[in-house]
Every structure is written in structure tokens, then in C-alpha cells.
């Protein structure tokens, strides 16, 4: 019922209290970094992710993983109402509960796939936390396995793709960052929820690299008439930001 501080209160000293419950710290672990987390209190939870993940490795990797797909959902809202100062700090405890699962993962040698996805899952969470450098070296660990896949030497997993392209325009590397927002964005169908976001990236990297303002505009017009929500809230938002920073290049108001 979201009394957090009430929890950690009653499970201080938990280990040293009951030292013949050794079963129950599995449970206790969680709460605590549950709590932990949902107070801030991050350095405490980091210190305690290692042990619940020791406790019950396969037990502790699922309920990690649902932290993480829960944060995400949550940090999207945030983004999405503007709440931009929250949004990083959940982020920041997304990224450590990602870490967790990766190195837990790794560590049990698990299949190529999972290591796959969870890689491309950590290299999210790094670019979500603000570190684009290393999300950009975890995409291109990834990257060398998903062009196996085709043998045409090109990533082709979309989350990969995105992943990519926003880590290089980040880091204002926007001309290569460009080829992959673009060609992500042409091959996308309709109704993928890479397509916007790619078409973002594709805008602001042509407007990085000042391309002529006027067609900027003129194709951001067009997306906005066949689909005026422009892929939600938060894609709409920025395709806007964008627009609006291209009239201004043009000296209109």
C-alpha cells in the first residue's frame, strides 16, 4: 500500500533478529529494494539487488525482470507528462535492475538469444539513463550477432536499429545516425512503434546537420495530416519541438 519507509522499518535487522529464517530472505530482499527504490534510496538498493539475486538466482531474475518492465512503463508516463526530473531517477534504477539481470544471465552461460535481448534490453537502459557511450558499445556487442542472422552485413532487429541510431546521434555522430533512423523508418509498416520514433531521430539529425529547413517542415506537414497523433504523446511532442526549431531557422514565429 505504498508505505515504504513503513517496510524498511519493520524488516531493519531482519538477518541478525532471525537468523534461523534463512528461507525468508528471498522475500525480505525484495521488499527492501522495492522500497528502497520507490524512496530513492538507490546506493541501498544496489547493495541489496547482488544478494536477492544469490539468494534464488532463477526466482530473483523474474522478479528483476518485472521491476524493470514496470519502471519502464513508468518512466515512459513521466516522460510523456513532462515530469523529466523523476523520469531520471527512475531511470537510474532501471538501469542497475537491467545490469543485475544481464550479469546474472551471463554468469548462468545463458543461451545466445537471451544474452542477445538482455544485452539489447541493458544497452536501452544505459540510453535512458543518459549514457549513450556505453549503450552505444552493448548495441555494437549486439549488433555482431543480429547481422549473423540475414548475412547481408546489416542490423535488422528494429529495437536494435533505434537503439543505434539514437545512442551515434547522442554522441553527434548524426550523418551515420541518420542512414539508420531512415532506412528504419522506410521499412517499418504503419502501425510499428519504431516508425515515429525513427522518423524523430531522422528530423533532428537533418536539422543537426541543417539541412534545408523549409523541406523539414514540409514533411512533418505531410506525416501530420495522414496521421495527426504522429505515434503518441511523446514522439508527437518532439516531432513538434522540431518543426517549431526549423520555423525559427526560417525567422518565422
Known sequence: IDRHDEAIALLS?????????????????????????????????????????????????ATLQTLLDSLRKEITRLRADGLTAQADKKAKAALLFARQIYDSATGQNASQ?????????????NLEAGQPEAALSLFRKAEALDKTRYGDGKPHDPRLVLGLAESMARLDKHLDALALFNRLFIESPVDSPHRYPAFLGDIRC?????????????????????????????????????????EKRLGRR
Open 206 to 246: 537533418r536539422t543537426a546537420l541543417g539541412e534545408d529547413a523549409a523541406a523539414i517542415i514540409d514533411v512533418i506537414e505531410q506525416h501530420r495530416f495522414l496521421d495527426p497523433e504522429l505515434g503518441g504523446e511523446l514522439t508527437k511532442r518532439g516531432i513538434l519541438e522540431i518543426k517549431a526549431k526549423n
Open 113 to 125: 538469444e537471451s544474452t542477445y535481448l538482455l544485452g539489447v534490453q541493458l544497452a536501452e537502459a
Open 13 to 61: 535487522d531482519f538477518e541478525s533478529k532471525h537468523p534461523d529464517n534463512a528461507d525468508l530472505m528471498g522475500r525480505v530482499l525484495r521488499v527492501r529494494i522495492i522500497a528502497f527504490e520507490s524512496t530513492g534510496r538507490l546506493e541501498e538498493a544496489e547493495q541489496a539487488v547482488p544478494r536477492f539475486a544469490a539468494s534464488d538466482p532463477a526466482e530473483a531474475a
